[in-house]
C-alpha cells in the first residue's frame, strides 16, 4: 500500500459521533507516525491529531481536545479517529497522512519541511441538522 486510504465520514447531526479509518500500512510495520488533517472550504488545512511512530505519543489540537481520541491498531494496520460531540464548524475533508522522516518518534500536527509525505485522498465529515 503506497499512501494511506480513509473512510467513514458522513452527514451527522450536531453532539453526534463518527469514526473514521486509516488504512496505513507503513504505521502497522513500524515506520510511519500518522496525522489526521481537516481542511473546510475556504480555510487552510490544520492539524487535528497524531499518533507517533510505535503510538506511544499522540497530540491533539486545542479545538477537538477531550473531543476527538486517536488509536492505532497495528492488527487491523489502521488508525482511528473517534470523534464525540461533533459541531458544525468540524465540518471538512479529512485526510490522513504518513510520516516516515526519522523524527516520526515524536508526531506533529504541522506538515511539511519533510514530514508527512503520503496523504489519502479525503473523506468528508459534514455536521448539520
Known amino acids: 500500500q503506497l499512501r494511506p486510504v480513509e473512510s467513514g465520514g458522513g452527514l451527522v447531526q450536531p453532539g453526534g459521533s463518527l469514526r473514521l479509518s486509516c488504512a496505513t500500512s507503513k504505521f502497522s510495520q513500524g515506520r510511519a507516525a500518522v496525522g489526521w488533517f481537516r481542511q473546510a472550504p475556504g480555510k487552510d488545512r490544520e492539524g487535528v491529531s497524531c499518533i507517533s511512530r510505535g503510538g506511544t505519543a499522540t497530540e491533539y489540537a486545542d479545538s477537538v481536545k477531550g473531543r476527538f481520541f486517536i488509536s492505532g491498531d497495528s492488527a487491523k494496520s489502521t488508525v482511528y479517529l473517534q470523534m464525540h460531540s461533533l459541531r458544525p464548524e468540524d465540518t471538512a475533508v479529512y485526510y490522513c497522512?504518513?510520516?516516515?522522516?526519522?523524527?516520526?518518534?515524536?508526531?506533529?500536527?504541522?506538515?511539511?519541511?519533510?514530514?508527512?509525505?503520503?496523504w489519502g485522498q479525503g473523506t468528508q465529515v459534514t455536521v448539520s441538522s
Open positions: 497522512a504518513e510520516d516516515t522522516s526519522p523524527h516520526s518518534d515524536i508526531c506533529t500536527l504541522v506538515s511539511g519541511q519533510g514530514r508527512y509525505g503520503y
